[in-house]
């Protein structure tokens, strides 16, 4: 039998960290290896709760509290804030004979060495390989493109867009900023659709010269103007007979061309450019914007009658800020498919996770893989970390919280200068980004001005 002297000596000449808690998370015991691991002395910690150190954020997960609820063994990857370690821990809740969490042994050990030193081994731990399995069962393929629906809010746009797919003739209006997935979400509809395997013609409606808009939508007949084709030219609508039109930024049309859209909305026929002749068509129509339509009709820069034509069945996808669940997916989504590209074996380690989710994202899932992509290229060794990233994901967005409260207004103007500077970094103009914010360029202008005087 050993003594309990013994018993307490071998747990405190333990590698790994080791602390005991009741069945509320109380903390019995802590041995001297985690005080190191946590940043936390033993008498700091005996007799706390485990939430209040989840609470002042000593740590970012707790295996201990999901233990406790599931009532069995858990093993979270976690980074210490105080230390700045990476940790596994494995929580293994102790029952009484009628089944309740009586007691909590927990171990903790520090894997930043392992991470480092034995960044070649293929084989992953356990928690990576059930998030693989769960990216795996939330990917749903569409030829070239992958959409990560791992977030309850683009859950909820893949679910309508599919329900929407079936009602084959109802037009579709994609809402979202630039970079969320627009396209994806239009191929997703047609895939579902019985449209699946006829054409399906994309065309961005404001990367075409406005004299050549009209021409490459509805076509033109022969000699209907100079440079054209002598036998004439079918437009974008005739050759998508039986499929389907996606008509991206279609907030760019100039207001001509959207009179003649909206005809042939109505009518199902086009006629061509120096034509008399009605050609009936089969086609259905999605539509995609990151711009704010119902603020361009009061403008008086969209027609409101093509409005309501388009917007039969709305679909609004939510900036990746919005849906930050599904930050690490598509990272580990976008760095798998850039290894393979490269050839490479880079890995991402745990402490770019806190950057990567409190970035707003300005640029969205686009931003996100071209960021990946950047990395794997940039970053020299296998390991890329917080330190690999640029500047702008190595500060907060916004105002850190700190000790000191900081008055209501001064909180306010750092916000409102944050997110001006991200407009602007964004769209490149003052009247694009006063556009976003739905404020009149003058303002931006002003408030510019104001910084520059401050002395910023």
């Known amino acids: 039998m050993i003594d309990a002297k013994s018993l307490i000596d071998m747990l405190e000449s333990s590698f790994d960290g080791i602390w005991i808690t009741d069945g509320q998370g109380i903390v019995l015991y802590a041995n001297a290896a985690n005080a190191t691991l946590l940043g936390v002395s033993k008498e700091e ?123 084959d003739g109802a037009t579709v209006l994609i809402l979202g900023e630039s970079g969320t997935g627009k396209e994806l979400v239009a191929e997703l509809i047609v895939n579902n659709s019985p449209r699946k395997g006829k054409p399906f013609l994309q065309i961005n409606c404001g990367a075409i010269p406005e004299n050549l808009v009209e021409s490459e939508l509805f076509g033109y007949e022969k000699g209907a103007f100079t440079g054209a084709d ?148 940039t970053t020299p060794g296998d390991i890329i970390r917080q330190k690999n990233l640029p500047e702008k994901f190595r500060s907060s967005p916004l105002p850190l919280r700190s000790e000191k409260i900081l008055p209501l207004k001064t909180i306010v103007e750092q916000t409102e200068r944050q997110a001006i500077s991200y407009a602007l970094e964004k769209y490149g103009s003052v009247r694009k980004a006063a556009a976003a914010l739905e404020v009149n360029p003058s303002t931006i202008t002003r408030k510019l001005q104001s910084y520059k005087t401050a002395g910023s």
């Open 230 to 377: 002598s036998k004439g030219r079918k437009g974008l609508f005739e050759a998508a007979e039986g499929g389907t039109v996606f008509l991206d930024e279609i907030g760019d049309l100039p207001l001509h061309i959207q009179v003649k859209l909206l005809r042939v909305l109505q009518q199902r026929k086009v006629t061509r450019v120096g034509g008399t002749e009605s050609i009936p068509l089969n086609v259905r129509v999605i539509a995609a914007t990151h711009q704010n339509l119902e603020a361009m009709v009061r403008e008086g820069r969209f027609r409101e009658d093509l409005y309501y034509r388009l917007n039969v069945v709305t679909i609004s996808i939510p900036p990746l800020r919005d849906r930050k669940e599904d930050i690490i997916p598509l990272v580990n989504h976008f760095l798998s498919s850039v290894n393979q590209k490269y050839q490479t074996k880079k890995s991402i380690y745990s402490d770019t996770i806190d950057s990567f989710e409190s970035y707003t994202w300005p640029g969205n899932v686009r931003e996100l893989e071209n960021l990946v992509e950047n990395l794997v290229i």
């Open 45 to 167: 910690l005996l007799g706390k709760s485990t939430q209040h150190f989840l609470d002042k954020r000593v740590f970012a997960k707790s295996a201990i509290l999901d233990a406790i609820q599931k009532k069995e063994r858990v093993s979270r990857v976690g980074y210490n804030y105080f230390t700045k370690l990476t940790v596994l821990a494995t929580a293994t809740p102790i029952l009484d004979e009628a089944g309740n969490v009586k007691y909590v042994f927990n171990n903790v050990r520090d894997i930043t060495a392992l991470n480092v030193l034995q960044n070649d081994l293929q084989d992953k731990t356990e928690i990576i390989r059930q998030q693989t399995r769960q990216l795996e069962s939330m990917k749903i393929r569409l030829g070239e493109g992958t959409i990560i629906a791992h977030s309850k809010a683009f859950g909820e746009v893949v679910n309508l867009s599919q329900r929407v797919a079936a009602f």
